[in-house]
């Protein structure tokens, strides 16, 4: 996946252009409206780069047709391969100047600009800094490498730091006297909030470099701490047994929320390649793992993984390879067409192939499936550029909406309302 943490210098160059709603090729020029409170931000990466550079630009309609995102009002800049909205908030782990780790804010004014914001930072030299939650606008936590079995708390509407909170503890409860863990965190990878109740995994990590925590598990389960977030105690560590890595961390979170309130959670697997991948569940009332329910990703693809979930209505939508994955420099998993959309009944635990759509490459740091305007989006992209946009959902067929010609590949989009 393209969330390598090192930090590349990045020459940005402008691209001059003007963005469009509707079109051919060659994409007619549109104003922004400045009378207009919705505005639909897109953002796309425009290389495989480890910095992640792209582009961000806002249209005062859900665009669709032939669209360009590097126009004359696009914010060019760095960690553009996903981010990780909430609310009316365009927040991303990664700073647009700089691809610094932490926590951003994008703004958008009424001309449609975007600018960087306020930005938390934190430790630059530890994958799943700044991975973060928020419970409500004035509370939220997050997770900093240089202190690692603590949590961060910050303030969602100042964007400032205000404490933080020690499980040193918690973490230590189990291999403590292990001489094969080389490495511990808490949230590292996993932060959820449901029901008063913050969740964050526990890390023990074979390994203490550059990737630590990602891949080089100790014991065979995933642990998670169970915080109550008005008093910030623990009440219980819950498990996820026998799989492997719960997330391998970039601003896609890789869990989701169906609409009764049940969380899926993905976990990756053993290595960066699959094994004991899977997707379960809390249920809504419940702070523990639903042992009843689960999806294997061994029982659908030998050498696969998941690697996005998106829950509604009570179906999941996620890409499932339909072959093996193979890593490295010419492996398949990141940008060959392998990634097919699947449509999944929780209930019956049926698959049903989503018609009308190419496979795709691996969603990466960007979301598989997102919900606007009430309509389920598909997030598109395939090796030749050929397809590169959003496809909408319908049962379990979709048709293009937008398609970017120019600009990169997609990576999110999200509907805010300004002030």
Not at 128 to 143: E, P
Not at 170 to 197: C, H, M, T, W
Not at 255 to 279: H, M
Request: aromatic share 8%; hydrophobic share 35%.
């Amino acid at each position: 996946m393209i969330v390598n943490r090192l930090r590349l210098a990045l020459a940005m160059v402008l691209t001059a252009g003007l963005f469009a709603g509707c079109g051919d090729d060659t994409p007619t020029p549109t104003l922004p409206n400045p009378e207009a409170k919705e505005k639909y931000v897109l953002i796309t990466m425009s290389e495989n780069n480890l910095t992640k550079p792209g582009y961000a630009v806002a249209f005062d309609e859900l665009p669709s047709g032939n669209i360009v995102s590097n126009g004359a009002n696009s914010t060019q800049g760095m960690g553009f391969g996903g981010w990780r909205p909430v609310g009316n908030q365009l927040l991303k782990m990664f700073s647009t100047n700089a691809n610094e780790l932490g926590i951003e804010q994008l703004v958008v004014d009424a001309s449609g600009k975007i600018t960087p914001g306020k930005f938390i930072s934190a430790d630059n030299k530890t994958n799943g800094s700044g991975n973060f939650v928020i419970v409500d606008q004035t509370k939220g936590f997050y997770w900093d490498g240089a202190a690692p079995l603590k949590i961060q708390t910050f303030n969602p509407s100042t964007m400032a730091r205000t404490g933080d909170l020690d499980f040193s503890a918690v973490v230590n409860e189990r291999g403590k006297d292990v001489p094969e863990i080389l490495y511990r965190s808490i949230g590292q990878k996993f932060l959820a909030v449901k029901n008063g109740k913050l969740f964050a995994n526990i890390t023990y990590a074979k390994t203490n470099g550059p990737q630590k925590g990602f891949f080089d598990d100790y014991f065979p389960d995933v642990y998670i701490a169970v915080i109550d977030i008005a008093t910030g105690k623990h009440e219980k560590t819950i498990t996820i047994e026998d799989t492997g890595s719960i997330a391998y961390i970039n601003d896609n979170n890789m869990y989701d929320f169906d609409s009764n309130g049940d969380l899926y959670i993905v976990t990756q697997g053993r290595s960066p390649v699959g094994g004991k991948s899977k997707i379960v569940r809390i249920k809504a009332a419940e702070t523990t793992i639903d042992k009843t329910w689960s999806l294997n990703m061994d029982d659908i693809q030998q050498g696969g993984k998941f690697v996005s979930v998106f829950a509604k209505d009570g179906k999941l939508i996620t890409v499932i390879p339909n072959t093996a994955l193979t890593g490295g420099p010419t492996g398949n998993i990141n940008f060959e067409d392998v990634w097919e959309f699947h449509q999944i009944d929780v209930a019956s635990k049926k698959r049903t192939k989503i018609t009308g759509i190419p496979a795709v490459t691996n969603p990466g740091a960007a979301f598989c499936a997102i919900e606007i305007d009430g309509r389920t989006l598909l997030r598109v992209n395939t090796k030749s550029g050929s397809e590169n946009g959003y496809f909408e959902l319908t049962g379990t067929a979709a048709k293009p909406l937008f398609k970017v010609t120019a600009g990169g590949s997609v990576s999110g989009l999200h509907k805010i309302t300004l002030p």
